[in-house]
């Protein structure tokens, strides 16, 4: 069992939506999904970002690299939910992970390339290392984005 911090949820497809995470006990970044191996329908999944679940997870063995952040739950309890957003920026920096404030494309020793439109991803030849990007906003009280925060995690090629 593990505890694990939701850092981002997001729609990918028709209903389905991608959780990540970050394993508080082992340091490692996770990507949720059902026992079955796949992405939750989004009127299923219960992981919110700042949520903090106590999981069990397996390895997804059914998918190729570059995906060895992916995990199998097997059993989840929620444990509770981080306020405000600068909690969970703390348990982060606590845990040595680094996060980084301003624009996306200062990351990544700025090697990080975009398709000009919403995509970003980084050639396979330009940089070597395995690694998640996590974004996300805090917004004032009149919903107007105040700061943007990027979390780069190494991934784990063999997750138990």
């Known amino acids: 069992m593990s505890k694990i911090l939701i850092v981002s949820k997001t729609k990918i497809s028709d209903n389905y939506v991608c959780v990540g995470g970050i394993d508080l006990d082992k340091s490692l970044s996770v990507r949720l999904l059902n026992e079955a191996g796949r992405h939750e329908l989004k009127r299923d999944c219960p992981y919110n970002i700042r949520d903090i679940w106590n999981i069990e997870y397996c390895k997804n063995q059914t998918r190729p690299l570059p995906h060895s952040e992916d995990v199998c739950v097997t059993f989840r309890s929620k444990m509770r939910e981080l306020k405000p957003d600068s909690e969970m920026i703390d348990i982060l920096k606590f845990q040595k992970y680094p996060v980084n404030h301003g624009n996306i494309r ?55």
């Open 106 to 160: 200062n990351v990544f020793e700025g090697k990080l390339k975009d398709d000009d439109v919403v995509s970003f991803y980084i050639s396979k030849e330009k940089f070597h290392h395995a690694a998640l990007v996590f974004g996300f906003a805090i917004k004032n009280w009149k919903g107007i984005i105040e700061k943007r925060y990027v979390i780069i995690t190494q991934t784990e090629q063999n997750i138990g």
